[in-house]
């Protein structure tokens, strides 16, 4: 007898002020809104947490070109090449290891002759965090970087016979 007003559950059908909030459309708009601002903050901030990577690859192409240059002008692999590579990896936050390669010494030492080239290598990895749990560890993913750049020696060593 109570069954037309019922509908199709019967006597499990929700009360009739729940239908109206469940099957109308009224502020759908909202939820709609809401859910694609969600959406937007978090790719924003995906996006953000990648150029982190490209400004430690800069940061090491940096200090690559700045040895480089400290190398060309003295012709020769010295302490102060060694302090502006420690001095840039205390400010970059970054601990790559350098090596110099293809290279000619001259006499014996570390001096590079005029217009020989070398090449320096700075490689290091990035820890890339996917998502920090406060139960475990963060989830981590490792990107090598390597950066050679090719100098020539601008310094001419007289040679003794």
Same mark, same amino acid.
């Given at each position: 007898?109570? %069954? ?20 109308? %459309?009224?502020?759908?708009? +909202? +939820? ?6 969600? #959406?937007?903050?978090?790719?924003? *901030? ?9 400004? *430690? +690859? $800069? ?9 480089? %240059?400290?190398?060309? $002008?003295?012709?020769? #692999?010295?302490?102060? *090449?060694?302090? #502006?590579?420690?001095? $840039? ?13 293809n290279v000619e010494y ?20 990035? *820890? ?27 310094? +001419? ?5």
């Open positions: 007898m109570n %069954r037309k007003h019922r509908g199709i559950w019967g006597r499990n059908s929700p009360p009739q002020p729940f239908k109206k909030l469940l099957l109308g %459309r009224k502020g759908s708009a +909202y +939820y709609e809104l809401i859910i694609k601002t969600l #959406v937007v903050i978090t790719l924003m *901030a995906t996006v953000m947490s990648f150029l982190s990577i490209f400004t *430690a +690859y $800069l940061n090491l192409n940096h200090m690559c070109r700045r040895v480089v %240059r400290v190398v060309e $002008l003295e012709g020769q #692999v010295s302490n102060n *090449a060694y302090d #502006v590579f420690y001095r $840039l990896k205390e400010q970059t936050g970054l601990s790559p290891e350098m090596t110099i390669e001259c006499d014996g030492s570390q001096k590079i002759q005029l217009r020989d080239t070398f090449t320096v290598t700075m490689t290091d990895s990035y *820890a890339f965090t996917l998502f920090k749990p406060s139960f475990t560890p963060p989830v981590q993913i490792n990107i090598p970087m390597k950066v050679s750049i090719t100098g020539m020696s601008e310094k +001419y060593w007289k040679l003794s016979e």
